[in-house]
């Protein structure tokens, strides 16, 4: 049969599969058998793989267990099968075709020793951006389980409980006996775990270290584990002994049977995770249907808490340095002087200006200067580890040290001058004040603020080499 021949006569991406069924109703692997010239480039995919010729195994070009399985379905019932998934960075549309003859001629075979081949056509169409009309071809089943997810995202304004009463839901949606919502923040390194109990801080530390992995590691490991796919269905867990042996035995730890892992993702972008264990794999495609528009809605509503935390993140914190901005302090004293904030009944100013960074920035650059200001945000950090730490500007720091005692108040100063002292670049002139009982804030930072500066210019008294404006006369 002339397989090429005939696929060139269809329109669009196209490939044929053949497999056979064999006599005790088991699948032999899949074997690619023909490729249309448009879609031609599916054969470099993988540049170690041989030179194609018709029948070839197709895992010499990709893997991907789920469209395995719709080939498997397809061929085998001779039922057509849609798909329409986030996979690759672009969204798949793809259509499986159970093929009986070509032209006219019959292509189903059956040898001697009872094996039958079949064949399925694959076209594909794909696009960087969902297409509505795509998803909404869902059956009323799968179409009320996402109408009914889409209520739980959004019948709070909490996004932790939002989260935690979807992954109920999706629990349900897969019969599953544990579900979870695995949340990856790719700016910040930073992934939550969440469950219908909600967010599961010593059950992720405790599953990280398990594994010898940080949480984000974890999230790497499982994206590669994805082999590029969109999820894994996993009616057993040998692909995971193969691709992940330490996530494997921490499976198997917590009796673990099968699995679903869905890829949660924005714009392309890895938001998150659906975890699911135990299911019933008897409903793997109508599972697999619902979730591949419910990871589209989920991924909305993580993206856009991420970017409010971001935006609120910036907002209060200082980019160079990582400690609280100017907008942060003065919000924080303007909670206290109004009493949104209780005084606490003592309380430790700091005001700490960096000694000769603007010859830093005229002699060597404003890098070396951003440079000077990190490494002296960092001993600050070091030295009121616990204590509220801001730049208030340029070269400026201020700490308010709540129900501190004056000791040590005097000990955090005397510490961070030793670290100073210990470095060739950074100096600081500083000044404190202590509060108790009755006292106004502002006030005692002006106080504080004036004796950094006495502090500043006896520091240029003693260093005149090191005072810009003296030298610019």
Partial sequence: MDFQTWIEGINGLASLYAFDILPDGTNSEIRLMAVNRQNVGMLQMNPNAPEFYPGIPY?????????????????????????????????????????????????????????????????????????????????SEVAKSIMDLSIRLHETHDFYQAMADTAKELRNICHAEKCSLYTVDKSTRQCTF??????????????????????????????????LSDCLLLDNLEVIRERDPAWFQSLTDHEIRNLILYAIRYNQELVGFIWAANYDVAEMERIKETLELSTFLIAAVISNHQLMSQLEYRSVVDALTQV????????????????????????????ADINGLKVVNDKEGHEAGDKLLVRAASLMKIAFEGSEIFRAGGDEFVVISPNCTEE????????????????????????????????????????????????????????????????QK
């Avoid at 549309?93 to 292509?107: A, R």
């Avoid at 942060?328 to 002087?337: C, E, G, K, S, Y």
């Avoid at 009755?438 to 603020?449: C, E, F, G, L, W």
């Fill in 324 to 351: 609280g901005n100017r907008n942060a302090m003065n919000d924080r004293v303007d909670r206290l002087v109004s009493g949104e904030d209780a005084l606490p009944e003592t309380m430790g100013i700091v005001f």
């Fill in 59 to 139: 895992r010499n070009y990709w893997m991907d267990l789920n469209f395995e399985s719709f080939v498997y379905k397809a061929a085998s019932t001779a039922q057509p099968l849609y798909s329409y998934v986030n996979a690759r960075g672009v969204w798949l549309k793809g259509f499986y075709l159970p093929v009986k003859e070509i032209d006219g001629t019959s292509v189903s075979e059956e040898n001697a020793d009872g094996t039958r081949t079949v064949y399925c056509l694959y076209i594909i169409s794909y696009s960087d951006k969902a297409e509505a009309d795509s998803m909404s071809q869902k059956s």
């Fill in 194 to 227: 969440i469950n219908e109990n909600g967010v599961q801080e010593e059950y992720l530390k405790a599953f990280a270290e398990a594994m010898g992995r940080t949480p984000y590691e974890i999230a790497e490991a499982w994206e590669a584990d994805l082999a």
């Fill in 408 to 471: 040590n108040l005097a000990l955090r100063v005397s510490q961070l001058r030793g670290l100073t002292d210990n470095t060739s670049d950074v100096s600081f002139a500083i000044g404190t004040e202590f509060c108790t009982e009755s006292y106004d804030i502002r006030v005692a930072m002006n106080v504080a603020d004036g004796r950094m500066y006495q502090d500043k210019a006896e520091y240029y008294r003693t260093h005149p080499e090191k005072d810009q404006r003296r030298n």
